[in-house]
């Protein structure tokens, strides 16, 4: 017996005032995974997860929670998640307790049950110190926390989680991420939304990236790294270099095409291991091709993004001849 | 059965238990009692921000003596004869500026991020409109009360007795209450608090002064008073006239009744409707 999908969703649209936030997203989450939908802010992320959420409803499409329907039983949907948005959604004029209190009364806990779930949620999170103090005076991170908690009260197979980490210092990020992966141990399913490609790689088992409303990419964060090598060499050419030339050197040396970014001059080279660099650089200098600034780093989202709309938009109908490998091939990565 | 497998660690959430345990809906002991949570909410709130009921304290009791000293002498010839005939009015104006206030406090409400988390649980969509309007009739029982208190102060003897007084407050604080899922709605409806305030005051001043709360009827021009005689808070005043000063349940009383009626079953499904459109 296969399970059913914890998120299954098929071309959900959601346009607001003619424009398409949301433009046929297909989504399916399997249960006890995390999901990551990665994307710049704006693209859709978090309207999508408002439809998922029953809090928007939805122009098109389908979308199943555990094979409820959300359109069509949104108050039986509302009993299988949690909602942690981008801001704390709990009362600033009640004290932490008196919050998880009420959002537990509401959902049907008996006074003395609500109490005490309170107590062991600000337990777990490290904030019975702080149960009687009024919001007002909490850190970002003891709201974030609080919220959470608030999402945890009746224990919901499927947490949303909107960008949960999104100015956060690192310290209580890295806390925030060991609390998502205890929400998995225990049973939940997870899907979040991030603009970090490390949130979504240390977490997420697989990430959908999310482009102006629409799936551009999807696979397992190894998937979506080899797209764009394992790390990047950006470079900048000094003015008047020959960028053809360049181009070609690139292409011979580290084996894959480089990506020319928005700025003239500068160009990204994935690599499959930061070692290369020195080869690119080389090749470079010998054929007497001048550049101005160079740097090794990690891919960031910006790359992964450059790579795959790039390749989307650009090159969709040639043969990718190497740099792209993995998206151009379709194997590990679907790409629509 | 308590034991498991070593290797596999208990799996505290089971989605398929949590799907066959959801219900398609709230009941109404469900909604009931989830719109009593809210209005503990909103009681809490009010207690830690006073400033709430400034408006429902200084209002009673500076309209009386204001109106009573101003107006007494000039429209029913002397403060005492005037107190009768306008006390009852002032107590509709307060309660109907109440209501007002909580049209834009639920504007105010909305805006903030709980009110996401509340449309994201499995509650009655009506709860939470319905919570802080059912925390509301605390502070139209505090408005109508001063107000007939203060009435007594500088003189005013009802003739109803204390019951009759009572009656008036509870019909008082009963309109006040379905009048409020008026402005319930354009809080929903409204883009923000400022525009809830301001159509409000557009509503309101016109059904206050255009009705029978502070000169009688016969005083007034005809077209002017065929208005007056079918705006309903003309009604309210006259039904609590009735009962205050002679202790009637006359059929004014039965008008104001059915008037709040018709205006909750309209405007509360309209509200809700709102409210879950509203991003």
């Known amino acids: ?36 939908v990665l994307g710049p802010n704006g693209a859709g992320k978090t309207t999508m997860l408002k439809m998922l959420a029953t809090l928007l409803p939805i122009d098109a499409g389908q979308a199943r929670v555990f094979g409820v329907d959300v359109a069509g039983e949104p108050h039986r949907v509302r009993q299988l ?53 009024p919001i007002a005076q909490f850190s970002g991170g003891m709201r974030r926390r609080l919220d959470l908690a608030a999402s945890l009260i009746t224990r919901p197979p499927l947490i949303f989680l909107d960008e949960p980490t999104t100015g956060l210092d690192p310290r209580t990020r890295g806390q925030m991420w060991d609390t998502i992966r205890g929400l998995v141990a225990d049973g939940c399913t997870v899907l979040l939304t991030t603009q970090y490609l490390d949130e979504a790689d240390q977490l997420a088992d697989r990430i959908a990236v999310i482009d102006r409303g629409r799936k551009v990419a999807e696979g397992t964060p190894d998937e979506l790294k080899t797209s764009v090598g394992d790390s990047t060499l950006q470079l900048r050419l000094a003015p008047g270099a020959d960028q053809e030339l360049a181009r070609g050197i690139v292409l011979r040396v580290a084996g894959a095409e480089p990506v020319l970014a928005p700025e003239s001059g500068r160009m990204n080279v994935p690599l499959d291991t930061a070692d290369r660099a020195a080869d690119v650089l080389v090749g470079l200098r010998q054929a007497g091709v001048s550049i101005t600034s160079v740097s090794v780093a990690k891919p960031t989202l910006d790359e992964v993004f450059l790579a795959i709309t790039g390749h989307d938009t650009e090159q969709a109908d040639e043969q990718n001849p190497t740099g792209n490998a993995a998206v151009g091939a379709g194997i590990p990565l679907e790409v629509k | 059965m308590t034991t498991l497998i070593a290797e596999v660690p208990p799996r505290v959430v089971d989605p398929a238990a949590a799907v066959a345990r959801t219900r398609p ?9 989830q719109t009593l949570c809210m209005a503990w909410r909103a009681l809490k709130k009010m207690r830690r921000n006073p400033e709430q009921f400034f408006d429902v304290a200084l209002q009673p009791l500076l309209f009386t003596a204001m109106f009573a000293y101003v107006f007494g002498g000039a429209i029913a010839g002397n403060v005492q004869s005037y ?54 009739l605390v502070r139209y029982l ?8 203060m009435g007594v102060i500088i003189g005013y003897r009802p003739g109803g007795g204390a019951l009759g007084v009572l009656g008036a407050i509870v019909l008082a604080v009963f309109t006040g209450w379905s009048l409020a899922w008026i402005f319930t709605w354009i809080g929903t409806m409204a883009k923000s608090a400022r525009s809830v305030q301001g159509m409000s005051m557009m509503i309101l001043f016109p059904l206050t002064f255009l009705s029978n709360a502070f000169v009688p009827v016969n005083s007034l021009p005809s077209g002017l008073a065929d208005f007056v005689k079918i705006n309903p808070v003309s009604h309210l005043v006259s039904a609590t006239r009735d009962l205050a000063n002679h202790a009637m349940i006359s059929s004014e009383v039965g008008w104001t009744l059915l008037a709040g009626a018709v205006v909750i079953a309209v405007f509360a499904p309209l509200s809700v409707h709102s409210y879950r459109r509203h991003l």
Do not use: H
Not at chain 2, 107 to 112: G, I, L
């Open chain 1, 1 to 36: 017996m296969t399970a059913v999908a914890a998120i299954d969703a098929v071309g959900l649209v959601k346009s607001f005032g003619g424009v398409a936030a949301v433009d046929g997203v297909d989504l399916e989450v399997r249960q006890g995974e995390i999901y990551g």
């Open chain 1, 81 to 133: 998640l949690g909602v942690t948005g981008q801001y704390a959604s709990v009362d600033e004029d009640l004290t932490a307790a008196e919050n998880l209190w009420l959002f537990g009364r509401l959902q049907g806990l008996r006074s003395a049950d609500a109490r005490a779930t309170a107590r062991r949620l600000l337990g777990q999170f490290g904030l019975e110190d702080a149960a009687d103090k």
């Open chain 2, 25 to 33: 809906r709230a009941s109404l002991a469900d909604t009931v009692s």
């Open chain 2, 83 to 136: 107190l009768p005939l306008m006390v009852p009015g002032i107590v509709a104006q307060t309660v109907l500026t109440t209501c007002m206030a909580t049209g834009v406090q639920l504007r105010e409400d909305m805006d903030k991020g709980v009110f996401d988390r509340f449309k994201s649980l499995p509650i009655a969509r009506i709860a939470p409109l319905a919570g802080p309007m059912t925390a509301d």
């Open chain 2, 142 to 149: 505090i408005a109508a009360g001063l107000t007939f208190l």
